[in-house]
């Protein structure tokens, strides 16, 4: 069965970094491509980044709005999709969600449950 | 990397068929067949009801069909049921390696 599960959200002031993890199981993270998308409270859905399969080159991609300060990654030893964080906003503050796609391209086939990123002083 | 344009909300009486529009560019939805929607009931993750313009995943009842036309997608749903009441979200692969998401459309069923 395959399962997404979110972790590492909280509360971080602003300029401050954080690491969120999807620990994956069911599939293996590198043959896939994987995206954040991330919903602020009462907003819509907003892309943040893809890292493509390992197969497909393993590139990665961020919207604007990240670009310079967010990071995705993958560790293939333990399954596990990152995305690194840094000089936070307090509009980066979302319930932020990691999706599979497929091997040749991208649509969130499979999602985590979300993890709630605050930023606050 | 503008958000596709979506109505802010559509409704419809029960067993009847609404219709949810999908404006994007050139550069995204009118140029790329890779067009995805997805349903989203409150305090839950996405699901996944049309991807790649109109193919269905297994599982997601047939009620549900998509399209396109020129920079515009659209998403179908026929014999509304009050469980098809959420929000849904329209999604494009850009020129830029990136994706967009609509700004989303929230279904009353009446």
């Known amino acids: 069965e395959v399962q997404l599960v979110e972790s590492g959200g909280g509360l971080v002031q602003p300029g401050g970094s954080l690491r969120l993890s999807c620990a994956a199981s069911?599939?293996?993270?590198?043959?896939?491509?994987m995206s954040w998308v991330r919903q602020a409270p009462g907003k819509g859905l907003e892309w943040v980044s893809v890292?493509?399969?390992?197969?497909?080159?393993?590139?990665?991609y961020y919207a604007d709005s990240v670009k310079g300060r967010f990071t995705i990654s993958r560790d293939n030893s333990k399954n596990t999709l990152y995305l690194h964080m840094n000089s936070l906003r307090a509009e980066d503050t979302a319930v932020y969600y990691c999706?599979?796609?497929?091997?040749?391209?991208?649509?969130?086939?499979?999602w985590g449950q979300g993890t709630l990123v605050t930023v606050s002083s | 990397q503008s958000a596709l344009t979506q109505p802010a909300s559509v409704s419809g009486s029960p067993g009847r068929s609404i219709t949810i529009s999908c404006t994007g560019t050139?550069?995204?939805?009118?140029?790329?067949?890779?067009v995805s929607w997805y349903q989203q009931h409150p305090a839950k993750a996405p699901k996944l009801m049309i991807y790649?313009?109109?193919n269905r995943p297994s599982g997601v009842s047939n009620r549900f069909s998509g399209s396109k036309s020129g920079n515009t997608a659209s998403l179908t749903i026929s014999g509304l049921q009050a469980e098809d009441e959420a929000d849904y979200y329209c999604?494009?692969?850009?020129?830029?390696?990136?994706?967009?998401f609509g700004g989303g459309t929230k279904l009353t069923v009446l």
């Open positions: 999604c494009s692969y850009t020129t830029s390696s990136t994706w967009v």
């Open positions: 890292i493509y399969s390992g197969d497909s080159g393993g590139n990665t």
């Open positions: 069911g599939f293996i993270v590198n043959t896939y491509f």
């Open positions: 050139s550069s995204d939805i009118g140029i790329y067949d890779y």
């Open positions: 790649d313009v109109s």
């Open positions: 999706a599979r796609g497929t091997n040749i391209g991208w649509y969130g086939d499979f």
